[in-house]
């Protein structure tokens, strides 16, 4: 086998996730007190279920879903040999005549063959038979699969309905945190988890999403080969469900994978010693899956075709701008997930992007493209209303032939041309646009920013952006490309794939085996570009890159206020609270990270702090990260851009309202500032209504809260860029001019914190110059102002890759990929250790990082 070449070093990590004093509770609980929820073996099945239960509301719901894809699937099969055989096409089209002796006129059933024939056609095909053999296989398969899955969500709708006391009709108005809160409460009494006496949030989320989030960090990491550069093209990402499901395929559940179980990574995975024997056994176990993929590549693309004709034909018919439509990619969605984010909060955050990432990307229409449009629409348009005048005047206009497809055909003609006209009302800020983004995704490259308005910037912001019809048509040649992705790009990174499972893969008391990035560990895995300067011990190899540990930490704080971090996480989430609101309280004075220009009298954090005086009636207590305030703002606008429902739903009056109901309106306060309720889940009053709009209330905070966080760290990490720019250069233009201008005090007291620092190509090394950097004052308008762009304002920092070449270094601002690692070839180089091969560890106990 060729040699592997790995970058990954090993992981020496130890990490705490259960609460002081419990850190092996082995409970003894009576027999006769057991219930029978007590002792779940498999928990990550049970709260996937119960997770999945919530978010398919209820169970009905979701038995009357599945059957419907049961015949879903039925149909699209039966009704496609149909057409294929049993349809006589010559009579539907009139071109073979019919004698009736009661009518002239020829009906459908005309159309249709005598079954016999029908059946002999069927039979004599043996394409059509082996496709309904797989088809049936399949089927079966489901159908199995579907009476399993009623027995087990009837056991967790009864778990609902027993002991977490919710009813099926309550649930698709509960919160998820509400339902989260009542399984941490019942695990005292219920005994779910037998190795800890309570379950913390950060343990349900690790069942739930154990797997996602090793895509995750696998995506971080540029791991997975999802990233080509095709000769003569740019660099593009192809990355569809097809390939999804092989990845996960091969590494969690399938027959051959690295786990045992849903909990527990192989020994054998675990020990550094067999590395390259299991490298081979992976690469040769991906090579019979690209295999048996290309073998089943004809029915799976049939499948495919079928699938995606029957899907979107009446969409299109029905709306026919729908494909120049755009959505998040699925590589978009990986990309900007957090560790321990779940669906639906990511879905969520996405909505409220989409909005603004759709304006941006219509901000590069071409202006020849726009001419053309405005030209073809005008002589469509002309014939199209002759032909619609002529069928008002005489309906029999339409037995013309070609005249109603042509009408339809015009149609469509004029909606496709209608895509590529921009609004006239319009203002190009894309600056501004791609700030209000990034307040809701949380992560983009650093070269984006100040770079806004090329099309470098929107032709990769495209990737994680995507038209619907570059989805569907990549989807329709994922069963021919998957192969080859597997075949002859996955297989050759098996050897880091194997050191990457080693490496970060922990042993969590009651939990099991999960990524250790999704421990979200400061210390670990924090970068120090990051606000981690520090305090993060991690060396380039275990950094997550682009800021995710750090951001998804906040992000986890935030939507889970009552979690309990250890000691070293609290301090760094209340460090960067207490300098957001330190940013808000002292807005007034000149100097503050945040001014992005002189003409600016208030930073940013504190123009989205001081907020819309319809949210300014609740406060985070003890975090002090939102505060209240008095009167309105520059910001209040751009809160509510961040907000989407608030300016809309008259929160204030109505919030304020529930708490008369409630008859105590310090009661939402309390509960924010962390007394041991978790403020998502209070119900103000004795109506449901009221319960909910305090839930959606608080969720919008949160969402806002998290997006100043997002924003403010990112503008803090530019700034620290710059910081270490300057300094660097300063180093070297002295070096450079002589040595002898350098005092002795410099020369021997070296700048501790350059010496320390780990560099990668994601640590910029050189400013920008003054011009380089777009401002946005002439930019803002009306509409943007009130809908999206006042909250964003111009950055002009440009992100550059360092690497060494022969004593120099080298500086490019394009090539590094999103993941935040240079691939092979590019001028960004990781120096790594070779780790050294020591047989005699296969015959050693598997050395794991238990956590305790």
Not at 294 to 303: A, D
Not at 363 to 375: E, G, R
Not at 483 to 496: D, V, Y
Request: hydrophobic content about 40%.
């Amino acid at each position: 086998m060729a040699h592997f070449d790995t970058e990954y070093q090993r992981l020496e990590a130890s990490y705490s996730d259960s609460p002081p004093g419990e850190e092996n509770p082995l409970m003894h609980v009576p027999e006769g007190a057991k219930s029978q929820w007590h002792h779940i073996e498999n928990l990550d099945l049970f709260f996937q279920r119960v997770y999945n239960l919530h978010q398919k509301n209820g169970f009905t719901c979701m038995l009357l879903g599945e059957i419907f894809e049961l015949v879903q699937l039925l149909f699209v099969v039966g009704f496609t040999v149909f057409l294929a055989n049993c349809v006589d096409y010559d009579i539907l089209f009139a071109n073979k005549f019919v004698n009736h002796t009661d009518s002239s006129k020829v009906t459908l059933p005309d159309a249709f063959l005598p079954v016999d024939v029908c059946s002999a056609r069927i039979r004599d095909n043996a394409f059509v038979i082996f496709v309904l053999i797989i088809s049936g296989v399949f089927w079966l398969h489901r159908l199995i699969k579907f009476l399993y899955n009623v027995c087990c969500y009837w056991e967790i709708r009864a778990f609902y309905i027993n002991a977490l006391k919710m009813t099926m009709s309550e649930l698709p108005y509960a919160t998820w945190q509400e339902v989260q809160a009542r399984i941490v409460e019942i695990q005292k009494e219920h005994q779910i988890c037998i190795h800890k006496k309570e379950l913390t949030e950060l343990d349900i989320y690790h069942r739930i999403l154990r797997f996602k989030n090793y895509m995750v960090a696998m995506v971080n990491k540029s791991l997975l080969p999802v990233r080509f550069r095709l000769p003569g093209l740019e660099e593009s990402v192809f990355y569809t469900r097809g390939l999804k499901y092989n990845f996960e395929l091969i590494f969690f559940w399938g027959p051959g994978s690295l786990f045992e179980n849903e909990w527990s990574l192989k020994p054998e995975y675990k020990r550094g010693g067999n590395r390259l024997e299991l490298a081979n056994r992976l690469a040769s176990r991906i090579l019979w899956i690209g295999i048996a993929n290309l073998l089943l590549c004809p029915v799976i693309l049939v499948w495919q075709i079928l699938y995606a004709f029957f899907s979107y034909t009446e969409v299109i018919k029905r709306e026919p701008g729908s494909l120049g439509a755009r959505c998040w990619s699925l590589y978009g969605r990986c990309y900007l997930r957090h560790f321990n984010e779940l669906d639906h909060e990511l879905m969520s955050r996405l909505s409220k992007g989409y909005k603004p990432a759709s304006k941006y990307m219509n901000c590069f229409l071409s202006p020849l493209l726009t001419v053309v449009a405005k030209n073809v629409a005008f002589f469509a348009g002309s014939l199209l209303a002759v032909l619609i005048a002529l069928t008002i005047y005489d309906e029999d206009v339409l037995s013309v032939e070609h005249v109603l497809s042509s009408i339809t055909l015009l149609g469509v003609c004029i909606t496709v041309c209608r895509s590529f006209i921009p609004d006239k009302h319009m203002v190009f800020c894309p600056e501004q646009l791609l700030r209000v983004i990034l307040a809701h995704i949380h992560y983009m490259p650093d070269h984006w920013q100040g770079n806004a308005h090329r099309y470098e910037t929107r032709d990769q912001f495209s990737q994680l952006f995507q038209y619907k019809a570059v989805f569907i048509l990549e989807e329709l040649i994922s069963p021919v490309v998957t192969p080859i992705i597997l075949i002859f790009c996955l297989r050759r990174k098996s050897l880091e794939i194997i050191d990457f499972f080693r490496n970060f893969t922990v042993e969590v008391v009651g939990v099991g085996d999960t990524c250790s990035f999704a421990q979200m560990d400061i210390r670990q895995h924090g970068h120090p570009a990051w606000m981690s300067a520090g305090k993060t011990e991690a060396s380039i190899y275990q950094q997550a890159e682009d800021g995710k540990t750090e951001l998804s930490l906040m992000h986890f704080a935030i939507t889970n206020p009552q979690w309990q971090p250890p000691q070293e996480t609290t301090h760094f989430i209340s460090q960067l609270k207490e300098r957001v609101h330190r940013e808000a309280t002292g807005a007034s004075s000149d100097t503050h990270p945040l001014s992005l220009s002189e003409s600016e009298p208030r930073s940013l954090v504190a123009n989205l702090l001081v907020g819309p005086s319809t949210l300014t009636s609740i406060h985070f207590g003890h975090d002090s990260s939102l505060t209240n305030q008095a009167g309105l703002s520059d910001g209040a606008s751009a809160l509510r851009s961040l907000s989407p429902n608030s300016g809309s739903l008259h929160l204030r009056g109505s919030l304020n309202a529930a708490h008369r109901a409630s008859g105590n309106t310090s009661t939402m306060s309390k509960a924010m500032a962390g007394s041991g309720t978790d403020a998502r889940t209070v119900s103000s009053g004795s109506s449901a209504w009221e319960g909910q709009l305090t839930s959606l209330v608080l969720s919008e905070y949160a969402s806002t809260e998290m997006s100043i966080h997002a924003l403010y760290m990112h503008e803090l990490h530019k700034q620290q860029s710059h910081g270490e720019l300057s300094r660097h250069t300063w180093h070297r233009q002295d070096s450079d001019e002589s040595s002898d201008s350098i005092p002795d005090e410099v020369r021997s007291v070296p700048n501790p914190q350059h010496r320390q620092l780990p560099r990668s190509h994601t640590f910029p090394t050189t400013v920008p110059s003054p011009s380089a950097i777009p401002t946005s004052a002439s930019c803002i308008s009306s509409t943007a102002l009130g809908q999206e762009g006042a909250s964003s304002h111009s950055i002009g920092q440009q992100r550059f890759a360092d690497s060494t070449k022969g004593g120099k270094v080298v500086r490019s601002a394009r090539g590094v990929p999103m993941g935040g690692w240079a691939e092979e070839g590019q001028a960004a180089r990781r120096h790594h250790e070779t780790l050294p091969e020591e047989s005699s560890e296969d015959d050693m106990p598997p050395h794991i990082h238990k956590i305790t």
